[in-house]
Antibody, heavy 121, light 108 residues
Framework: EVQLVESGGGLVQPGGSLRLSCAAS????????MNWVRQAPGKGLEWVSY????????YYADSVKGRFTISRDNAKNSLYLQMNSLRDEDTAVYYC??????????????WGQGTLVTVSS | EIVMTQSPATLSVSPGERATLSCRAS??????LAWYQQKPGQAPRLLIY???TRATGIPARFSGSGSGTEFTLTISSLQSEDFAVYYC??????????FGPGTKVDIK
C-alpha cells in the first residue's frame, strides 16, 4: 500500500525557516517523481514544486522560487521541502504527492495527509 | 500560465440525482486534465486522468469528458459520500501545474 506521511509543519514567524519531510513507503520511491502542493485555509489547491525521480529536474511555482528548495533522498525514501524567508501567505497545509505513473506525469495519484504550516508573529 | 476556471462554485444536488461539473482552460490542454475529490479535513483523491479515464478504484458513476478547453465531470447518481469539493487540474503545459478553484457539491 502506498503511504506518504508528511511532517515538520508548525508555527513560525515571518522571515523564518522550516523544513518539511515526506516519508514514502509501499512503492519504489526512487522510480517516481514527486510534487508538493499546498492549500491555504479555506482555499483551493496550489502547486508548489516538482522533483524528478533522480533529482535531475526541479521546478518551482513563481510564488516560492528563490525561497523554497525541494530535494529528496532516495536511499531514505524521503522527500523534503526547505522553506526560507517565510511569509504570511505561505500559511497552508502542505501535501506531498506522488505521480500516478513512473515515466511521465499524468496526475498526482497518491497524496499524504498534509502538514500545517502557520506563519504568524 | 494556463488558468483553469470551474462552474458553478457550488452545486446543490439531492442524493440519487445527477451532478454535472464544468471546467474550462484558458487555452487548449488537449486531454491532459485530471479531476480530484476532496472531503473536509482530507487530502485530495484522484478521480479522473486523461480527461476521461477513471483512476483505480473509482466507481463507474464518475465519468469525465471533454478535450481542448472544455471539460465535464459527471456523477450519475449522487451518493452521500460524494458530497465534497471537486478540482480540475491541467498538466498539458507546465510548470506550473494549475488547478481550478473548485466546485463544492452539497446536499440540496
Amino acid at each position: 500500500e502506498v503511504q506518504l506521511v508528511e511532517s515538520g509543519g508548525g508555527l513560525v514567524q515571518p522571515g523564518g525557516s522550516l523544513r518539511l519531510s515526506c516519508a514514502a513507503s509501499g512503492f519504489t520511491f526512487s522510480s517516481y517523481s514527486m510534487n508538493w502542493v499546498r492549500q491555504a485555509p479555506g482555499k483551493g489547491l496550489e502547486w508548489v514544486s516538482y522533483i524528478s525521480s533522480s533529482s535531475s529536474t526541479i521546478y518551482y511555482a513563481d510564488s516560492v522560487k528563490g525561497r523554497f528548495t525541494i530535494s529528496r533522498d532516495n536511499a531514505k525514501n524521503s522527500l523534503y521541502l526547505q522553506m526560507n524567508s517565510l511569509r504570511d501567505e505561505d500559511t497552508a497545509v502542505y501535501y506531498c504527492a506522488r505521480d500516478r505513473k513512473w515515466d511521465y506525469y499524468d496526475s498526482s495519484g497518491y497524496w499524504g495527509q498534509g502538514t500545517l504550516v502557520t506563519v504568524s508573529s | 500560465e494556463i488558468v483553469m476556471t470551474q462552474s458553478p462554485a457550488t452545486l446543490s444536488v439531492s442524493p440519487g440525482e445527477r451532478a454535472t461539473l464544468s471546467c474550462r482552460a484558458s487555452q487548449s490542454v488537449s486531454s491532459n486534465l485530471a479531476w480530484y475529490q476532496q472531503k473536509p479535513g482530507q487530502a485530495p483523491r484522484l478521480l479522473i486522468y486523461g480527461a476521461s479515464t477513471r483512476a483505480t478504484g473509482i466507481p463507474a458513476r464518475f465519468s469525465g469528458s471533454g478535450s481542448g478547453t472544455e471539460f465535464t465531470l459527471t456523477i450519475s447518481s449522487l451518493q452521500s459520500e460524494d458530497f465534497a469539493v471537486y478540482y480540475c487540474q491541467q498538466y498539458n503545459n507546465w510548470p506550473p501545474l494549475t488547478f481550478g478553484p473548485g466546485t463544492k457539491v452539497d446536499i440540496k
